[in-house]
Every structure is written in structure tokens, then in C-alpha cells.
């Protein structure tokens, strides 16, 4: 009885059967090279190095938020009528909401990414206010432009 071929084995079969398949001699020498890899895994045998996970979170949590704010600029043009709550959100506090700022403005710029060093945060900057707010703390005004 013959063993069953490893998974390895089985995608450097592949290879050489497509190269044998192929009329461009650049993929041919593509699939070469590939099988040949696959043939010696030191080649591709990587350190990975100390936090390289937490590196990694990070780039997806970075992503997400460009995705929140594509997703803003996509639904909502700059000028868009807002209710922007710099600093809190008046249900963080809801014993005290005098504490939560409220701004009714519009948009003056498209939604960005900020501080992607530290993670990254989606925000977008409002007229009469200097600062940019996260678009956490911006809500759509009724009947604004959408």
C-alpha cells in the first residue's frame, strides 16, 4: 500500500504539472521556482519576531477604522449637517449630560484616519470648531444632506 502524499508534495506535483501546461516560459520558471521553495522549507522558515501578533491587531484595528471612514465619506459629503459632541458623549454621563459638549455644525472636511501609530482613530473636522472629532462623538442631523 502506497502512503498518502503530504499536502507538500501533493502542491509540488501541482506545480510542475501547470509549468508542463503553460505556453509563457516566464510561469514556467515561476511555478520552478515555487516548487522548489515548497521543496526546501528552510528557505521559508521565518523568525517571527517578539509582539509581531499584537503588531499585526493593530494593522486590523488600523484598517477598520479606514473602513469607518470610507464608509462616512461614502454616505455623507463634507458639508453634511452633524451634531458633534466633543470630548463626551452625553450618554457617558447620563447623571450629569451637562458635561457632554454639543456642537450642530456640518462637516468641513471628509472623514480621515488619525494616530495610527497608536492604533488609529476615524475622525472628521466640523465647521466652527478647531479640533477634529472622532466619528464616534458625530451624529447625522434629521433632513441634512446624505
Same mark, same amino acid.
Given at each position: 500500500?502506497?502512503?498518502?502524499?503530504?499536502?507538500?508534495?501533493?502542491?509540488?506535483?501541482?506545480?510542475?504539472?501547470?509549468?508542463?501546461?503553460?505556453?509563457?516560459?516566464?510561469?514556467?520558471?515561476?511555478?520552478?521556482?515555487?516548487?522548489?521553495?515548497?521543496?526546501?522549507?528552510?528557505?521559508?522558515?521565518?523568525?517571527?519576531?517578539?509582539?509581531?501578533?499584537?503588531?499585526?491587531?493593530?494593522?486590523?484595528?488600523?484598517?477598520?477604522?479606514?473602513?469607518?471612514? %470610507?464608509?462616512?465619506?461614502? +454616505?455623507?459629503?463634507? =458639508? @453634511?449637517? /452633524? &451634531?458633534?459632541?466633543?470630548?463626551?458623549?452625553?450618554?457617558?454621563?447620563?447623571?450629569?449630560?451637562?458635561?457632554?459638549?454639543?456642537?450642530?455644525?456640518?462637516?468641513?472636511?471628509? %472623514?480621515?484616519?488619525?494616530? +495610527?501609530?497608536?492604533? =488609529? @482613530?476615524? /475622525? &472628521?473636522?466640523?465647521?466652527?470648531?478647531?479640533?477634529?472629532?472622532?466619528?464616534?462623538?458625530?451624529?447625522?442631523?434629521?433632513?441634512?444632506?446624505?
Amino acid at each position: 500500500m502506497t502512503a498518502p502524499l503530504a499536502p507538500r508534495d501533493i502542491a509540488v506535483l501541482t506545480l510542475r504539472q501547470a509549468a508542463t501546461h503553460s505556453h509563457s516560459p516566464s510561469d514556467r520558471i515561476a511555478y520552478a521556482l515555487d516548487a522548489e521553495l515548497l521543496l526546501h522549507p528552510e528557505a521559508l522558515a521565518v523568525e517571527v519576531p517578539a509582539g509581531w501578533d499584537h503588531h499585526i491587531a493593530q494593522l486590523v484595528e488600523l484598517n477598520h477604522e479606514w473602513e469607518k471612514a %470610507a464608509a462616512f465619506n461614502a +454616505a455623507h459629503p463634507v =458639508g @453634511t449637517p /452633524v &451634531v458633534a459632541y466633543p470630548g463626551v458623549r452625553p450618554e457617558h454621563f447620563p447623571r450629569h449630560p451637562e458635561m457632554a459638549t454639543r456642537i450642530e455644525s456640518v462637516t468641513r472636511t471628509r %472623514a480621515t484616519v488619525v494616530g +495610527a501609530s497608536l492604533g =488609529g @482613530t476615524a /475622525v &472628521v473636522w466640523i465647521e466652527d470648531h478647531g479640533a477634529f472629532i472622532a466619528l464616534t462623538h458625530i451624529d447625522i442631523r434629521p433632513g441634512g444632506a446624505s
